[in-house]
């Protein structure tokens, strides 16, 4: 704190010699100058003091028969009055000033951490959805608001912070990869799901966990079959049903089926020939827009530009609205040029494999495969037919509650017209046929 007022006040280094050194430093002490950072250099000794400590010196200096002179000039007070001399210099360091309080109240880098499930992308589209975004005001950032919509609108998010640190918004979030089940398999009363399929095929593997079975090993379903239904029937001792117990539907099902893939590719092909021709350049931006300095007009007439830009930052998280960086631009001319056979079959087996690859990532398991590659002078063809088995299943809520009371509604007037029946025609028909079949014997 001492020496931040020290400087505020403004003091010198000076150099000191003469008759006696010492009894100036004692007059010092007498009259309340203040002096630090003695050191001695033999024939003369350097100390700092401060401005009005110097001016009062003077009286002193002549009654010891010592001299002194400035060796160094340090504080605010001298800093300036260099300044004044330099006015272009103050006015850019006052606009430098001004443009870094104008921009530390707006937005300029977004950090989205804790992400694994969600990409960053969709994140950022959500935030642009939601208004916020890159050079806004902080001012018009609802952080709760935020948080809370962020939890609500993505299930998988179950914690959110948003900061704003410097000109840096931090978003934190922390996601719930497992999904909630019951662990009895059994939910409330009168819901349920189904297992349902997703694509046509046949039944290669099926085990039940929880749930009623609706079709079995080697059957063949449809898109929108029901595999497995969520409602279990509870019998009466006269094997009717007296109710449906609802519960979750689980089970491991794999369907079989056929599919084929064909993947046509051209023996000729264009290729960029780069010429060697270049030029590089420089740019600034500030927000959206781009400055290239070093180039005017570009003289080639195809050409790639490649480079690489950075945004200014001035402290950890003090990001500012300015970039910088360098391009290069390369002329190029495109040739024609034909595949070798042993390109073409390079690339088809890397179009194989990139078949194979999407099928894994989708959980498709490959069974069996005939894989034909027909050559002709203009191109090849790879043409694949493959068993596939997936678990092509996927859950909806279930109907069969829903259908049991809509056919027992609708059932309720002929049970009682078919009641009547029974009761009045067979009965006549019966006493007619009594009284009639001993007279036939």
Not at 16 to 34: A, F, K, M, P, Q
Not at 234 to 244: C, H, L, Q, S
Not at 303 to 323: C, N, T
Request: overall charge negative; aromatic content about 8%; proline content about 2%.
């Amino acid at each position: 704190m001492l020496h931040w007022v020290q400087y505020i006040r403004g003091y010198v280094t000076i150099k000191v010699w003469g008759y006696s050194t010492e009894r100036l430093l004692n007059l010092c002490g007498n009259h309340d100058i203040l002096v630090w950072d003695i050191v001695n250099h033999g024939e003369y000794d350097t100390m700092n003091i401060s401005v009005r400590g110097f001016f009062a010196l003077k009286p002193l200096l002549k009654k010891t028969g010592t001299r002194a002179a400035i060796v160094r000039k340090y504080g605010l007070p001298f800093f300036m009055s260099k300044m004044q001399k330099r006015k272009m210099f103050v006015a850019g360091l006052l606009c430098c000033l001004l443009f870094w309080m104008l921009t530390a109240g707006y937005i300029w880098n977004i950090e989205i951490v804790g992400n694994y499930v969600l990409t960053e992308d969709v994140l950022l589209d959500y935030l642009e959805e939601k208004e916020v975004h890159v050079a806004m005001k902080k001012s018009r950032l609802q952080i709760e608001e935020l948080e809370k919509a962020l939890r609500e609108d993505y299930d998988v998010i179950t914690w959110t912070s948003v900061q704003i640190k410097g000109t840096t918004l931090c978003i934190y979030i922390k996601e719930n990869e497992m999904p909630e089940y019951d662990q009895t398999g059994q939910g409330d009363e009168g819901t349920g799901t189904d297992l349902i399929a997703t694509r046509s095929g046949v039944v290669s593997y099926i085990i039940t966990r929880s749930g009623v079975p609706q079709v079995a090993l080697g059957d063949t379903v449809e898109k929108g079959d029901v595999l497995i239904s969520g409602a279990v029937p509870v019998y009466n001792e006269d094997t009717t049903v007296r109710k449906y117990q609802m519960v979750q539907a689980d089970a491991d099902i794999l369907l079989r089926y056929t599919e084929s893939v064909s993947v046509k590719k051209d023996i000729l092909y264009e290729e960029k020939c780069y010429s060697g021709r270049q030029k590089k350049m420089f740019m600034v931006g500030i927000n959206d827009r781009e400055w290239n300095l070093g180039l005017g007009r570009i003289p080639y007439g195809e050409y790639d530009i490649s480079g690489e830009k950075k945004q200014v930052r001035l402290l950890d998280r003090l990001y500012l609205p300015v970039f910088y960086g360098s391009k290069t631009v390369q002329e190029y001319e495109m040739v024609q040029r034909n595949h070798t056979e042993e390109e073409m079959n390079a690339l088809m087996q890397e179009e194989w494999r990139k078949i194979i690859t999407t099928l894994e990532e989708k959980g498709v398991q490959i069974t069996e495969k005939n894989v034909t590659i027909k050559k002709t002078d203009a191109d090849w063809v790879l043409h694949a037919r493959m068993e596939l088995e997936e678990a092509a299943v996927q859950t909806a809520p279930s109907k069969t509650v829903a259908e049991e009371e809509t056919s027992t509604e609708e059932g309720e007037q002929p049970a009682e017209e078919g009641q009547q029946a029974t009761e009045e025609q067979p009965a006549e028909e019966g006493q007619q046929a009594t009284e009639e079949q001993p007279v036939e014997d």
